[in-house]
T-cell receptor
Framework: NAGVTQTPKFRVLKTGQSMTLLCAQD?????MYWYRQDPGMGLRLIHY???????AKGEVPDGYNVSRLKKQNFLLGLESAAPSQTSVYFC?????????????FGPGTRLTVT | QKEVEQDPGPLSVPEGAIVSLNCTYS??????FMWYRQYSRKGPELLMY????GNKEDGRFTAQVDKSSKYISLFIRDSQPSDSATYLC?????????????FGRGTSLIVHP
């Protein structure tokens, strides 16, 4: 099993450009999450999904959109990138019954917005 | 004030030392308490979790939860250089029908030979 994979691993964007980050998991997990990690700020939840076709806002959703059209994929979109969105983005997934305590994380995407 | 407070460190200890990592929290509804380990430029991985109060031991690692004080700890015995990483505490409570974790800022641990 590949576990949780993220595409791309690195990206540099100019202010105002758009992009989509792809997260894929092969563990048949119900829950999927997008986090951003900034120095001194820890992991902050952007959006999450409890199942195919459902999404919900997390702690810092502004400037991001998500979609979960297939159970195994969770997409994070930046419509108009801003320098404040420079961060490391982590995707995670979990089983429904272990969601409270067991998340599997991807390797991260390092995004720089200039 | 953040719901979960964690000293970012760094915490530097000699090999073989007992390490104590701690978090405090303000939300009394938290029921699950987790510790994740994150190596440099990698994603976090779950070390161990505890439900409600009490202790849990796994090899050299012991997790403690004191709900009355809103305080959780992770102890590492006989620390090794390979334990050098960032340790993130996380806690979850039911929110809108789902348990969604809240993470601390992480503590950077350095174990030197």
């Amino acid at each position: 099993n590949a576990g949780v994979t993220q595409t791309p691993k690195f990206r540099v964007l100019k202010t105002g450009q758009s992009m989509t980050l792809l997260c894929a998991q092969d563990m048949n997990h119900e829950y999927m999450y997008w986090y951003r990690q900034d120095p001194g700020m820890g992991l902050r939840l952007i959006h999450y999904s409890v199942g195919e076709g459902t999404t919900a806002k997390g702690e810092v959703p502004d400037g991001y959109n998500v979609s979960r059209l297939k159970k195994q994929n969770f997409l994070l979109g930046l419509e108009s990138a801003a320098p404040s969105q420079t961060s490391v983005y982590f995707c995670a997934s979990s089983y429904l019954d272990r969601g409270p305590y067991e998340q599997y994380f991807g390797p991260g995407t390092r995004l720089t917005v200039t | 004030q953040k719901e979960v407070e964690q000293d970012p460190g760094p915490l530097s200890v000699p090999e073989g030392a007992i390490v104590s990592l701690n978090c405090t929290y303000s939300n009394s509804a938290f029921q699950y308490f987790m510790w994740y380990r994150q190596y440099s430029r990698k994603g976090p991985e779950l070390l161990m979790y505890t439900y409600s109060s009490g202790n849990k031991e796994d090899g050299r690692f012991t997790a403690q939860v004191d709900k009355s004080s809103k305080y959780i700890s992770l102890f590492i015995r006989d620390s090794q250089p390979s334990d050098s990483a960032t340790y993130l505490c996380a806690m979850s409570a039911m929110t809108g029908g789902s348990y969604i974790p809240t993470f601390g800022r992480g503590t950077s641990l350095i174990v030197h030979p």
